[in-house]
């Protein structure tokens, strides 16, 4: 169960006393985005992208960890940029102090300005400081006091420098993610609901019907200390949503276990969305399954490489190349490529560890083994490819086998002898008419159908 006061508190970081017009400077102003549902709504943000363009068909993991790098606090370089976003405790709690006077400096002075690591240094106090300068004003110099007596002692914690959100995050999101395609798995994302200030409003995205819905990331900005990255997304009907998430985690203060928290996971970008274009990655409790050949045993509805829903008929064969558990689910997003076309789909089934199951309540239907059989129907046994297009149609006709008539109608309901040499299969159906299919007692084939 998701805890939305928790996260309310954590996303809206002191409203009250940020409703006041700011003014920005056009570096500031680049990452300060809102959906166009806030109020006095400004002009969408125009961000060009310094990347190749290319859809990227890496694995989804292998993409945010080559382009979003995790920086200790022991490795940070002089030259970081970073925004200030406090919330509400650091109303109460000043983090910097100004390097001129040594005077500690209220938070919200400092809000939304860009500051620029300038490495740690020793003056001879008890702790050593940590040193910023403005962006847009390098004469004005800041510290941060690390809490312990040396820098050394600190920065292998996960805790970092309150306040600050990593730009560096958010320039490669905008860089790498703008214009993308995603399909939404988090149960919930947010709308602002004024320019000048941080109010929003939680949009609960299952009751509104558009979990797994392709969207477009519109705009990519700054979001908040924990969850840097703000990403903006427009739905079909051009309504727009956003969700603040982590993802190189530098600077977000929160530990690694944290992160697996019911209510946190949707704000890593993974447990919120789906990047379309990516290869479906593999979870470890599943490697058994990849590259098994697999056919649909009804006609099902999938998704294609752009997110388009597609209808796949019966007898369709895949390869499975990709298995991920859905954060927070019972679903398992499945990849396929398809044996004859190539292309890739994807489609949410449900199983559990390494067992197909049919139990879970409400959702039968959408069981991998009521969707799938393994095997390859070309290489089946007394199946000729000649008879596929009718098996995908459900029709049997005379000469057909026992497998075949099982593949186009299933398991019969009833099983028994007929006159004339000939046994016979009673199958009785909710959706289309009764069927009584007779074969010939020694070769096994159908000799007659009668409905």
């Not at 000043?94 to 020793?122: C, D, Q, W």
């Not at 805790?159 to 990593?166: C, R």
Request: proline share 3%; charged share 25%; net charge neutral.
């Amino acid at each position: 169960m998701i805890r939305r006061t928790t996260m309310m508190a954590v996303l809206m970081s002191f409203v009250a006393a940020t409703t006041h017009a700011q003014t920005f400077t056009d570096a500031e102003q680049r990452y300060i985005v809102k959906t166009a549902n806030a109020a006095d709504n400004r002009k969408a943000q125009k961000a060009v992208s310094n990347g190749s363009g290319e859809d990227n068909a890496d694995d989804p993991k292998d993409f945010f960890s080559q382009r979003f790098r995790y920086v200790s606090l022991c490795d940070w370089n002089e030259g970081m940029r970073f925004m200030v976003m406090p919330n509400q405790k650091d109303l109460v709690v000043k983090t910097f102090a100004e390097a001129s006077t040594g005077r500690m400096v209220p938070s919200t002075s400092l809000r939304h300005k860009i500051m620029v690591y300038k490495g740690h240094s020793n003056n001879g106090g008890l702790h050593e400081r940590m040193n910023f300068v403005l962006e847009e004003d390098t004469t004005k110099g800041y510290y941060y006091e690390v809490p312990t007596a040396s820098f050394a002692d600190y920065c292998y914690s996960k805790t970092g420098v309150p306040t600050l959100a990593y730009l560096g995050d958010v320039d490669t999101a905008i860089r790498e993610l703008l214009g993308k395609q995603v399909r939404v798995l988090s149960l919930f994302l947010y709308q602002d609901t004024e320019i000048a200030g941080d109010g929003v409003k939680m949009i609960d995205i299952h009751e509104n019907k558009k979990q797994n819905e392709v969207m477009t990331i519109v705009k990519v900005g700054v979001g908040t200390r924990n969850f840097p990255v703000k990403i903006i997304v427009k739905d079909r009907d051009s309504i727009e949503y956003f969700q603040n998430v982590a993802i190189s985690r530098t600077n977000s203060g929160m530990r690694d276990e944290e992160f697996e928290m019911s209510d946190m996971v949707p704000h890593t970008f993974v447990g919120s969305f789906e990047l379309l274009g990516a290869k479906v990655a593999v979870s470890p409790e599943y490697k058994e399954y990849i590259g098994k050949a697999v056919y649909s045993v009804q006609p099902i509805e999938m998704r294609n490489e752009k997110g388009d829903r597609v209808n796949m008929s019966r007898m369709s064969a895949f390869t499975i190349s990709g298995m991920q558990k859905r954060a927070g689910s019972d679903y398992v997003t499945l990849g396929l490529t398809g044996k004859q076309s190539g292309k890739e789909y994807t489609v949410d089934v449900l199983m559990v560890e390494q067992s197909i199951i049919g139990t879970i309540a409400g959702a039968k239907e959408e069981h991998f083994s009521r969707l799938f059989a393994f095997g390859d129907p070309l290489s089946l046994p007394n199946v000729k490819k000649e008879h596929l297009n009718d098996i995908r149609k459900g029709i049997v006709k005379a000469g057909f086998t026992e497998e075949e008539v099982k593949l186009a109608l299933g398991e019969p309901s009833d099983e028994s002898r007929a006159n004339g040499g000939q046994y016979k299969w009673t199958y009785q159906f909710t959706d289309r008419p009764f069927h009584v299919v007779y074969f010939n007692s020694r070769t096994k084939k159908v000799t007659r159908v009668t409905r």
